[in-house]
Nanobody, 115 residues
Framework: QVQLVESGGGLVQAGGSLRLSCAASGIMFSINIMAWYRQAVGKQRELVATITSGGTIDYADDVKGRFTISRDGAKNTVYLAMNSLKPEDTAVYYC?????????WGQGTQVTVSS
C-alpha cells in the first residue's frame, strides 16, 4: 500500500520559516519526480516546486529565492524548506510523487502564516 506521510506544517509569523517533509513508502517503481503543491482556500491547487530523480529543480515564480526543495533518494523523502514566509503562502501543502504510469498524493499539511 502506497503511503505519503507529510509533516512539518504549522503556524508561523510572517518572515518565519518552516520545513516540510514527505516520506513515501510502498511504491514499487523508481520515483521520477517529487513535488510540492499548495491550495489556498477558494483557489486552485498550484505547483510550488519539483525535483527530478536526476536533481533538476524548478520553482514557482513567487517562491523562488525563499523556498528550497530537496530529496533523499535512499529514503524516498522530499523536503521543502520555506523561509521568509508571507501571509499569502498560507495554504494546505501537498506532496506529489510520480513514477512511470502512476502518481500519488499526500494527505496535505496546513501552513498558516500570520501577519
Amino acid at each position: 500500500q502506497v503511503q505519503l506521510v507529510e509533516s512539518g506544517g504549522g503556524l508561523v509569523q510572517a518572515g518565519g520559516s518552516l520545513r516540510l517533509s514527505c516520506a513515501a513508502s510502498g511504491i514499487m517503481f523508481s520515483i521520477n519526480i517529487m513535488a510540492w503543491y499548495r491550495q489556498a482556500v477558494g483557489k486552485q491547487r498550484e505547483l510550488v516546486a519539483t525535483i527530478t530523480s536526476g536533481g533538476t529543480i524548478d520553482y514557482a515564480d513567487d517562491v523562488k529565492g525563499r523556498f528550497t526543495i530537496s530529496r533523499d533518494g535512499a529514503k524516498n523523502t522530499v523536503y521543502l524548506a520555506m523561509n521568509s514566509l508571507k501571509p499569502e503562502d498560507t495554504a494546505v501543502y501537498y506532496c506529489h510523487v510520480s513514477t512511470i504510469g502512476y502518481a500519488f498524493w499526500g494527505q496535505g499539511t496546513q501552513v498558516t502564516v500570520s501577519s
